[in-house]
């Protein structure tokens, strides 16, 4: 088995980790990285970088960028948004779902005696 190096702790390790990152350290990030996104999701208005991250977390910025390589974070913070873009495009989604199913719906014999009008909202006539 080869050995690797740990690039945070400098361990001495067997392969198995990820990005040269020794499993002690991985489980310290996944801590970290709980407390980072809670962080993030309660200042979302705000921008971060790696060094103001770190100080807000009271962190090491080898530590931030190490979730930062391993993808846990964007190299680019504000990948977040503010609340109102993020509920905005749940309604724009929840909307276009919903028009899509009122579309999709015929009853027996809509086919038939049905007519589309210009927003493509099929009515049945009835007998």
Same mark, same amino acid.
């Given at each position: 088995?080869?050995?690797?190096?740990?690039?945070?702790?400098?361990?001495?390790?067997?392969?198995?980790?990820?990005?040269?990152?020794?499993?002690?350290?991985?489980?310290?990030?996944?801590?970290?990285?709980?407390?980072?996104?809670?962080?993030?999701?309660?200042?979302?208005?705000?921008?971060?970088?790696?060094?103001?991250?770190?100080?807000?977390?009271?962190?090491?910025?080898?530590?931030?960028?190490?979730?930062?390589?391993?993808?846990?974070?964007?190299?680019?913070?504000?990948?977040?948004? !503010?609340?109102? !873009?993020?509920?905005?495009?749940?309604?724009?989604?929840?909307?276009?779902?919903?028009?899509?199913?009122?579309?999709?719906?015929?009853?027996?014999?809509?086919?038939?005696?049905?007519?589309?009008?210009?927003?493509?909202?099929?009515?049945?006539?009835?007998?």
């Amino acid at each position: 088995m080869p050995l690797m190096e740990c690039r945070l702790c400098g361990r001495i390790f067997t392969e198995g980790g990820r990005k040269n990152v020794c499993p002690k350290c991985l489980r310290r990030l996944g801590d970290l990285y709980a407390e980072v996104h809670e962080y993030m999701r309660d200042h979302d208005d705000e921008e971060f970088d790696i060094d103001r991250l770190s100080d807000a977390m009271d962190a090491s910025p080898m530590d931030i960028q190490a979730l930062v390589d391993l993808g846990y974070i964007e190299r680019d913070i504000s990948l977040y948004g !503010t609340r109102e !873009t993020k509920r905005k495009q749940l309604a724009d989604a929840f909307s276009h779902e919903l028009s899509k199913m009122k579309r999709g719906i015929t009853t027996y014999g809509g086919e038939i005696y049905s007519r589309s009008n210009e927003d493509g909202v099929r009515t049945v006539r009835r007998r």
